[in-house]
């Protein structure tokens, strides 16, 4: 039987290919692909998503500009995602899932992974929004890194 991590990496790819190439490239997930995967994949975060921050979200993961995310953008949200719970659980450590076998715990109620921690009356950002603004200051480091490193 596969280790925890390793059904959480071939869920990870699974679950890409599950939703990309329903229409056009199967490698790939354009628009509507990405938005149905956010949706079913990961409510909490979606909920309420609206089409700005959709489209902000995808021009922010589309590195190469071909209005379609491939499994490396993917991934790199994937992993700005982790980063912010690893975030938000370090900073409030009593919300952090109890584990039973390497799971949480069944009946267990969901945690919130990201809030807004604006005060009454001002704007705050919804998910989408920071993730957005999380993989592109990600994404311009791994671009400065790679031209230095390249040179």
Same mark, same amino acid.
């Given at each position: 039987m596969a280790c925890p991590l390793e059904q959480a990496l071939a869920v990870v790819v699974a679950t890409f290919h599950k939703y990309s190439g329903k229409e056009g490239? #199967?490698?790939? *997930?354009?628009? /509507? $692909?990405? =938005? $149905? *995967? *956010?949706? #079913? !994949?990961?409510? @909490?975060?979606?909920? =309420?998503? @609206? !089409? /700005?921050? *959709?489209? =902000?979200?995808m021009n922010s993961l589309d590195c190469n500009s071909d209005s379609e995310v491939d499994f490396q953008e993917y991934v790199t949200f994937l992993a700005c995602m982790a980063m912010m719970c690893n975030d938000f659980f370090r900073e409030l450590p009593d919300k952090m899932p109890r584990k039973k076998f390497g799971v949480l715990a069944l009946g267990e109620p969901p945690v919130p992974l990201c809030r807004s921690r604006a005060g009454p009356g001002s704007a705050s950002l919804g998910t989408l929004e920071v993730l957005s603004l999380v993989v592109s200051l990600i994404l311009a480091a791994i671009a400065a890194t790679s031209s230095f490193i390249y040179r």
């Amino acid at each position: 039987m596969a280790c925890p991590l390793e059904q959480a990496l071939a869920v990870v790819v699974a679950t890409f290919h599950k939703y990309s190439g329903k229409e056009g490239d #199967k490698y790939k *997930l354009n628009k /509507a $692909e990405l =938005q $149905e *995967l *956010l949706l #079913k !994949e990961l409510p @909490s975060f979606s909920k =309420q998503t @609206s !089409e /700005a921050s *959709l489209q =902000q979200l995808m021009n922010s993961l589309d590195c190469n500009s071909d209005s379609e995310v491939d499994f490396q953008e993917y991934v790199t949200f994937l992993a700005c995602m982790a980063m912010m719970c690893n975030d938000f659980f370090r900073e409030l450590p009593d919300k952090m899932p109890r584990k039973k076998f390497g799971v949480l715990a069944l009946g267990e109620p969901p945690v919130p992974l990201c809030r807004s921690r604006a005060g009454p009356g001002s704007a705050s950002l919804g998910t989408l929004e920071v993730l957005s603004l999380v993989v592109s200051l990600i994404l311009a480091a791994i671009a400065a890194t790679s031209s230095f490193i390249y040179r």
